[in-house]
């Protein structure tokens, strides 16, 4: 069971919508990154210890891992570029792993390798066609739940930049069909995060003025400057952070974007990818990662669940006989299944958002409770696309 809640925790993570203007943006540009690409590589945030509860039962979470996107990068791509997307990924892995030596002692071999010996292409395709078919509607696993809002430090009047990137100019489609949880939501977690570049001579005393005036308005747990380039050395030589680290982070980037990466990247600078990010650089990401997750995200998260777990609570009791018709007609009327999407303030949705909560939060005893009661409903609907998604989700937590 160990086994299977570690493979759970690794396959899902809690994704997070990074929005952040051009001027913030640009403080690592010049390195080639995008601010998302400089915070991927500490999205494990461990050594914490901040006291949750969750439905009944009370615990302390230690560790957390996110999935940091670019806040217009979630959604899913044509299915023309999926689809080409894919067929380049398996003539690649076709040209990597094709082997034409014979196999005498095959059957032995099957029974006693690794599937991922055996088929070494197959989990290459299993990631990547799971990762651009994520941002559907039903799959509120998939949909972020809090925000990072980037703004440059050094900036006239930062609390008016802030509001302007809760309302950003062209809507997701999941935001679009009202399926994703509104910026602007106050059970929508912000973290507000002042870029300053101390290399560059970022005015100090700007950045203190800035954060109070975005503490004064969302709360001091909620905002946070990140200072870069400012070396604890004295001047002396440091050694660059490793290309590699930033690379492996990346996921292949396609026509038109989408999938949670952006169409283009930044362009290599002459010196390499992250040529002037330090040690320091990534443990002051680390540190505003670990700030997000202690004085933002779990505190909100526990909030939600406990709101949604009451709506659900007394929603319920008036469900009850539609249950009973349901159940006693469904011999004799024939079924006719409907393919509709819930909105977010639908008690439909909210069913499946705090299972996926509680998933999420590694909580899978309380997570297949609300799977199986909203898939209840959603077959009562009939519903059969969000029947067949919650149902996916509690089978292996329940087996």
């Not at 979630?74 to 014979?102: C, W, Y």
């Not at 004064?216 to 380039?229: E, K, Q, V």
Request: charged share 20%; with cysteine.
């Amino acid at each position: 069971m160990e086994q299977l809640k570690s493979w759970l925790r690794g396959r899902h993570q809690i994704a997070v919508a990074v929005y952040s203007t051009p001027a913030a943006e640009a403080v690592l540009a010049n390195n080639g990154l995008t601010i998302v690409d400089f915070l991927r590589p500490m999205s494990l945030v461990n050594k914490l210890n901040v006291p949750m509860r969750v439905g009944e039962l009370s615990y302390r979470v230690q560790e957390v891992n996110l999935r940091l996107y670019a806040g217009d990068s979630m959604f899913q791509p044509k299915s023309e570029v999926i689809d080409q997307s894919l067929g380049q990924l398996l003539s690649l892995q076709a040209q990597r792993h094709t082997n034409l030596q014979p196999m005498p002692n095959l059957i032995q071999q099957v029974q006693s390798d690794s599937p991922e010996t055996i088929n070494p292409w197959f989990y290459a395709y299993q990631s990547e066609f799971l990762r651009l078919l994520r941002f559907t509607e039903h799959e509120t696993l998939d949909h972020p739940v809090a925000g990072i809002f980037c703004i440059p430090a050094d900036k006239a009047q930062a609390l008016q930049i802030a509001q302007k990137l809760l309302t950003p100019e062209s809507q997701l489609p999941l935001q679009a069909s009202q399926s994703m949880l509104p910026l602007q939501d106050p059970m929508f977690a912000k973290h507000f995060v002042l870029v300053q570049d101390v290399a560059a001579g970022m005015d100090e005393a700007r950045a203190k003025s800035n954060l109070t005036a975005l503490s004064n308005t969302y709360g001091a747990a909620n905002c946070s400057i990140l200072r870069l380039y400012g070396s604890s050395t004295g001047g002396a030589a440091v050694a660059a952070v490793p290309a590699a680290v930033f690379q492996a982070c990346r996921h292949p980037n396609m026509p038109g974007g989408g999938a949670g990466e952006p169409e283009h990247y930044p362009k290599e600078p002459p010196g390499g990818i992250g040529h002037s990010i330090t040690a320091d650089d990534m443990a002051a990401a680390g540190q505003l990662l670990k700030d997000f997750c202690e004085r933002t995200l779990l505190p909100k998260l526990e909030e939600r669940i406990a709101r949604l777990n009451l709506i659900i609570s007394n929603a319920r009791k008036g469900f009850k006989n539609k249950l009973t018709r349901f159940w006693k007609g469904a011999a004799t009327e024939t079924v006719q299944y409907q393919d509709v999407s819930y909105p977010y303030h639908s008690i439909e949705a909210q069913m499946r958002c705090v299972a996926d909560l509680a998933y999420l939060l590694g909580q899978y005893d309380f997570a297949v409770q609300m799977y199986r009661l909203a898939a209840q409903d959603y077959l009562a609907a009939p519903n059969s696309r969000w029947y067949a998604g919650a149902e996916v989700r509690r089978a292996p937590p329940e087996h």
